[in-house]
């Protein structure tokens, strides 16, 4: 029997990068997966078909744009009239980097929508039932700047830091929730540092230039300055510790914020 065989997981931003791999670790121990995120008809065919190869009994694609605020509390009403949420990824993110003096006030509420407040409004739509049962996981995917700040990202670090703050309210309001038998309702952050996905690219492409254009350089000189492992980590790697999060083992984690970073907030 696998570990979440019958129970459903909402992973938004599941279509690339950390949320397929959260939606696969998970697909992979039987859970069906509302996968969510913006892309065309055929990148939401293939991730959909890429889950349930992995073991998923279904998956199905949810197109909702995170930066209508409406649109959060809207997904996890779509998603609960087609299945029981048991497990609840805010994983959708974005950034955009730039001095405060240089930074759009547009940008900033841009990514503040999309980085925490839609996360409000799906816990808020999908905690009740999940005490009701017993049984619930939110994971929320800050990241190492929800611990600590880097310049030039006022918006994401205020978005991040948000995000672990208002995860642990919600772990508060949902601790005595079920029982060590039903596996509790919980409320986390992962914190990754740099992990292989398209929202750092951005930053390596800047890092390059500095080195005529060689990418691997370019990593290497944003490793070398915060990440004390100097390896990155690949999005499987996050979806692993997300899946062992969902284990009713798990019971009595909750409130935390798990950095998985080289190091980086050790220092
Ligand atoms: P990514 O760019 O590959 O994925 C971002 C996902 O968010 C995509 O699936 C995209 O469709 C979705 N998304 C973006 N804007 C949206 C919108 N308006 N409406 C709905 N969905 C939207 O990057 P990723 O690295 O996989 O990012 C996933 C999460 O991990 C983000 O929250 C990011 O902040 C966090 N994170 C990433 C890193 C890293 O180094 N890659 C480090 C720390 C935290």
Not at 78 to 97: H, M, Y
Not at 150 to 172: D, E
Not at 218 to 244: C, F, H, M, N, Y
Request: glycine share 10%; charged share 15%.
């Amino acid at each position: 029997m696998t570990m979440l065989a019958g129970k459903c997981a909402l992973v938004t931003g599941s279509v690339q990068g950390i949320g397929l791999e959260i939606a696969r670790a998970l697909a992979q121990e039987g859970a069906a997966i509302a996968v969510h995120g913006l892309a065309d008809a055929d990148q939401a065919k293939a991730a959909c078909a890429e889950l349930v190869a992995a073991g998923a009994p279904d998956a199905r694609y949810f197109d909702h744009d995170l930066s209508d605020p409406e649109a959060a509390g809207a997904l996890v009403r779509d998603a609960l009239a087609w299945r029981e949420i048991d497990i609840l990824v805010n994983n959708a993110g974005i950034q955009q980097t730039a001095p405060i003096k240089d930074m759009p006030l547009e940008t900033f509420q841009r990514i503040l929508t999309i980085n925490l407040t839609a996360a409000f409004a799906t816990m808020q739509a999908a905690l009740p039932a999940m005490a009701a049962r017993g049984y619930g996981r939110v994971i929320n995917i800050a990241s190492v700047h929800g611990l600590v700040a880097s310049a030039n990202k006022a918006p994401y670090v205020a978005s991040k830091f948000g995000l672990v703050g208002m995860s642990r309210v919600a772990a508060l309001e949902y601790a005595a929730a079920g029982s060590r038998e039903s596996g509790g309702v919980t409320v986390n952050c992962i914190c990754p540092g740099w992990t292989e996905t398209a929202i750092i690219e951005p930053q390596i492409l800047e890092r390059a230039a500095l080195h005529g254009g060689d990418r691997a350089a370019g990593v290497a000189d944003l490793l070398s300055e915060k990440q004390p492992s100097r390896r990155t980590s690949v999005a499987a790697e996050i979806g692993a510790l997300a899946l062992w999060l969902c284990n009713p083992i798990a019971h009595n984690l909750t409130g935390v914020a798990i950095p998985v970073d080289g190091g980086w907030t050790a220092q």
